[in-house]
């Protein structure tokens, strides 16, 4: 049971951490968090653990701040500052992506250690980050619209846990499909694939939960610019 245990931790630790970012330096911190997210999930997303009896990937839970700071955005200082920092994190993804396949390039020296640890972390698959950038690029600005919508249609503070997790949720389906079909289908057996599309997005329907009051605290934060 240590990873569920260390899990919860792990989950809670992402989102305070994120709050004292928040805290600390406003707006612009919420836009350096969502580059730091994006990095820091694609990183993490190489290392497979056994969780709930389920083999499942790290960065669910760093990918899932993501989606609770475009939400705050969202909720304090508008739609339009939610989909600028939607555009950072793609940004700051796709920089990463392009930089670290260019590194690898480079011949090692005979003294090298590294290559093989960098190449291990990544080398990965053109059509896993291909996956990974269409899917984060539809799936948050998906969450952004949506939020949207639904402030309209339930505005008040006490509302604000239905606009979050509609959002978040319904977002979430939506990457969870765009990155294992792109990703994975055709590459695994179908019922495998299925089981790996439901592993994937249980584990991001309980983070969204379990952001819920993370969110209502930031709210009560200053909106500093």
Request: hydrophobic share 55%.
């Amino acid at each position: 049971m240590f990873n569920e245990w260390f899990g919860l931790v792990f989950v809670i630790v992402n989102f305070i951490l994120l709050l004292v970012c928040y805290r600390l330096f406003g707006k612009t911190g919420l836009f350096v968090w969502i580059g730091f997210s994006t990095v820091l999930a694609n990183l993490q997303v190489v290392k497979t653990i056994e969780i709930f009896g389920l083999t499942a990937t790290l960065g669910n839970a760093m990918y899932g701040s993501a989606f609770l700071v475009t939400d705050i955005l969202n909720e304090k200082y508008g739609k339009d500052d939610a989909k600028k920092a939607v555009w950072l994190g793609f940004f700051t993804l796709l920089t990463m992506t392009i930089i670290m396949q260019m590194v690898l390039l480079f011949k090692p020296h005979e003294i090298d250690f590294a290559q093989e640890h960098l190449s291990a972390i990544f080398g990965i698959l053109p059509r896993i980050a291909l996956g990974s950038l269409v899917a984060y690029l539809v799936s948050q600005f998906a969450d952004v619209y949506i939020f949207s919508y639904l402030r309209n249609k339930f505005p008040t503070d006490g509302q604000f846990w239905i606009r979050n997790n509609g959002s978040t949720m319904l977002s979430q389906l939506l990457d969870t499909i765009v990155f294992t079909s792109i990703a994975f289908l055709g590459v695994y057996p179908f019922n495998e694939w299925v089981q790996i599309f439901i592993t994937t997005y249980l584990l991001k329907f309980i983070i969204a939960l379990l952001d819920t009051p993370f969110g209502y605290i930031a709210k009560r934060f200053p909106a500093k610019p």
